[in-house]
Structures are given as structure tokens and as C-alpha cells.
């Protein structure tokens, strides 16, 4: 018999402590041609598409009424680039801004690959976020460099597998090779991804399950002062995949289950959802 967890709670409103967003619309997501996200290396860590910035801008206007002691954000481009165009102008927001890994999305695409972190922390300076916690959690997983620390979630992959994929990797961004870095992933990754045409992430449910519950036993414990005071809001911004995983009811154990459950909550770009952790 399966065994079960608690069933994960969650609304459709901003009625919560801890307030989960899904990134604004990128420039992958709204290509109605799915194979392109799988070919076009210029989706690499998508950035958002001007739909995808109003919308980032529109959620201004909510924020401007919470009262917000954190922000978390994913550290793939699209969502801090939605942080920083959900602050952007009026915000009154004084708290600190963190990147932390655990969020990222599930990693199904070229787009969920970090394409070149030094360049990201170097385009969102302006926005004095933190990678204090990025950093020290990327020095625990000493086989992969930071823009490739997410090598370590792919369960799917046998560790030589992921190793050889790494080193191929890793030295061409070393060599600040772009271009046949670009091509390597468009090339290799979506072989993995459809391996033989069926679906196969690289990163199981249950495994993504697994690191959102590292990341909820640290919002508990970072917030531990403050857990009951729903009028002081934590600000997640993360990545549909990863929301859908995380709203399910029972964590999966069949490591080859490929469908999202029938109970999870599909988040459109900029949705807000309130998770009770």
C-alpha cells in the first residue's frame, strides 16, 4: 500500500501567508508550436514576452496592498524578470528579495536551462537580490558548477549519464562557447526528453515533490516568529510545472508517472495562489 502525506492545501486567492506566482508569459510559452520549445535555442531560459511584462506589471497593483515581509523567486530568468517588473515604479516593497534554488522549475525543456547565471545576477543587480542562499546551496552539490546545479535533480538520468552530459556542458560555457553551447543543449536534451517519442523529464514528480518540502521546512523555520500573521505576506515567484507538482494530494512513489494529477491546480501566467504550509 502507498503510503500517503497530508493532503496540500491551497486557494485561488491572495487570502494566505505564503502566496505563490506563476512567472509571467515568456517568449517560449507563447509559441502555440510546442516542438519549437524544443529546437529554438534562442528559448534558452526564456525571458518574458511583452504580454508577459503587462502582465508582471499588473500584479503592481496587488502588491501595492499587501503588506510583504519576503520575496523568493526562481533563479531562471523569467521570473526575476517578473519580480522586477512586478516591483517596478510605485512599489513600496522594502523586503528582501531571494533566490533560491529549490524553486526552479521542473527541468522538461531547453527553456528550464539556466543559460548563463553570471549574466543573470549581472542583469538584475539593480534589483539588490540576494543569491546568499543560491550560493550556499549550490557549494553542496561539488559535481556541478552553479549554472548547471540542477543537474542534480535529474533522477531520471544514471549518475555517468548526467555526468558525461555535465562535462560536455560545462566546458563549453567555461570556453565561453555560446553558440555550440546552445546547440549541444537543443541538440542532446530533447533526445532525453522524448526518448522514444514518450515523455521522460528528467525530474520525477516525486522528486520535485521532495524539494518543495525542503523548501516549505524552511519557510516554516525562517518565518517561525511569524507563521500566524496572515496580514504579513511571503511572496514565492516560481514556475507552473513545479506548481502543478506541489498542489497534488498524495506524493507520488511511481517514479515513471508522467501525467499531472487530476487534483492539482494549473496556474496561468501571473496567477496568485495561496499554499497553507
Not at 531562471?76 to 513600496?92: A, D, Q
Not at 523586503?95 to 531547453?110: A, D, F, K, M, Q
Not at 541538440?187 to 515523455?199: A, H, L, V, Y
Request: contains cysteine.
Amino acid at each position: 500500500m502507498k503510503s500517503k502525506i497530508n493532503e496540500q492545501k491551497y486557494t485561488l486567492d491572495h487570502k494566505g501567508k505564503f502566496l505563490f506566482i506563476r512567472h509571467g508569459q515568456t517568449l517560449c510559452n507563447s509559441d502555440k508550436n510546442y516542438n519549437e520549445r524544443l529546437v529554438n535555442p534562442n528559448y534558452l531560459d526564456s525571458h518574458l514576452s511583452k504580454k508577459g511584462i503587462k502582465q508582471a506589471r499588473k500584479l503592481n497593483n496587488i502588491i501595492q496592498n499587501l503588506k510583504i515581509e519576503t520575496i523568493y523567486v526562481s533563479p531562471l530568468y523569467r521570473s526575476l524578470e517578473t519580480v522586477k517588473y512586478m516591483l517596478e515604479g510605485k512599489s513600496n516593497f522594502q523586503g528582501e528579495i531571494i533566490v533560491h534554488p529549490l524553486i526552479i522549475e521542473c527541468p522538461n525543456c531547453i527553456d528550464d536551462f539556466i543559460y548563463d547565471i553570471n549574466e543573470t545576477k549581472n542583469d538584475f543587480k539593480d534589483l539588490n537580490v540576494n543569491w546568499n542562499i543560491f550560493d550556499n546551496i549550490i557549494k553542496k552539490y561539488k559535481n556541478w558548477s552553479e549554472n548547471f546545479y540542477y543537474f542534480e535533480y535529474f533522477n531520471r538520468l544514471n549518475d555517468n549519464q548526467k555526468y558525461n552530459k555535465y562535462l560536455k556542458l560545462a566546458d563549453l560555457y567555461n570556453k565561453k562557447d555560446m553558440f555550440n553551447l546552445k546547440n549541444e543543449i537543443v541538440d542532446e536534451m530533447p533526445k532525453i526528453i522524448f526518448n522514444g517519442e514518450e515523455f521522460h523529464p528528467f525530474e520525477s514528480f516525486k522528486h520535485v515533490y521532495s524539494r518543495f518540502l525542503e523548501f516549505k521546512e524552511y519557510l516554516v523555520e525562517k518565518h517561525k516568529d511569524n507563521l500566524d500573521n496572515f496580514d504579513n505576506k511571503v511572496i514565492i515567484v516560481t514556475h507552473g510545472d513545479f506548481l502543478s507538482v506541489i498542489t497534488n494530494k498524495y506524493l507520488y512513489e511511481n517514479e515513471d508517472e508522467n501525467d499531472f494529477p487530476e487534483d492539482c491546480c494549473y496556474c496561468k501566467n501571473c496567477d496568485i495562489i495561496s499554499i497553507y504550509i
